[in-house]
Antibody, heavy 118, light 107 residues
Framework: EVQLVETGGGLIQPGGSLRLSCLGSGFIASSSYMNWVRQAPGKGLEWVSVIYSSGSTYYANSVEGRFTISRDSSKNSVYLQMTSLRVEDTAVYYCARDGTGTYYMDVWGNGTTVTVSS | SYVLTQPPSVSVAPGLTARITCGGI??????VNWYQQKPGQAPVLVMY???DRPSGIPVRFSGSNSGDTATLTISRVEAGDEADYYCQVWDSSSDYVFGSGTKVTVL
């Protein structure tokens, strides 16, 4: 069964850092385009970042320069390093697979909650 | 950046048809994907590349895309279809873009 499990969320103060992890099973994450998508409380979905199978990375303007996406093929995992966190980064963060450049997300994790508050 | 516009809400009686629109400049030239999200759950892909259904999605769900509007149609609506629905495209200048979402209420 193809599955994604996110971990690493929590309560963090503004200006702090946090690293989210996404463990894939049933498929090879490094052969896919792997995304992070977030959803602020009561709001819609917002794309955050993607790492292509080639290793190229892209970010939403709202997180460019503060967040870094990476992967570890040996662990079949993708990560999101978040720095200089702001209150407006508070959200459920989902990991989602885009097969291979099909540009739709066919597998989603259950999400991990990040709360930025003093 | 590319913008997708959805109506905030759609209400429909059981057994009838719900149509959820997604507007964008020349959206007909792009592939549109649709996600269903029920409260407290992760999104689920229900339509991809305008009109293709993933395995396990009922045939009651169909999609179309032309001009400046894409539409997700749910025929013979059931109580279990009550959810938020998001359209999504990929744009070369904006990467992955989601619509604002439409809450479907089954009366």
């Amino acid at each position: 069964e193809v599955q994604l499990v996110e971990t690493g969320g929590g309560l963090i103060q503004p200006g702090g850092s946090l690293r989210l992890s996404c463990l894939g099973s049933g498929f090879i994450a490094s052969s896919s385009y792997m995304n992070w998508v977030r959803q602020a409380p009561g709001k819609g979905l917002e794309w955050v970042s993607v790492i292509y199978s080639s290793g190229s990375t892209y970010y939403a303007n709202s997180v460019e320069g503060r967040f870094t996406i990476s992967r570890d093929s040996s662990k079949n995992s993708v990560y999101l390093q978040m720095t200089s966190l702001r209150v407006e980064d508070t959200a459920v963060y989902y990991c989602a697979r885009d097969g291979t450049g099909t540009y739709y997300m066919d597998v989603w994790g259950n999400g991990t909650t990040v709360t930025v508050s003093s | 950046s590319y913008v997708l516009t959805q109506p905030p809400s759609v209400s429909v009686a059981p057994g009838l048809t719900a149509r959820i629109t997604c507007g964008g400049i020349d959206i007909g030239s792009k592939h549109v994907n649709w996600y269903q999200q029920k409260p407290g759950q992760a999104p689920v892909l229900v339509m991809y590349e305008d009109s293709d259904r993933p395995s396990g999605i009922p045939v009651r769900f169909s999609g179309s895309n032309s001009g400046d509007t894409a539409t997700l149609t749910i025929s013979r609506v059931e109580a279990g279809d009550e959810a938020d629905y998001y359209c999504q495209v990929w744009d070369s200048s904006s990467d992955y873009v989601f619509g604002s979402g439409t809450k479907v209420t089954v009366l």
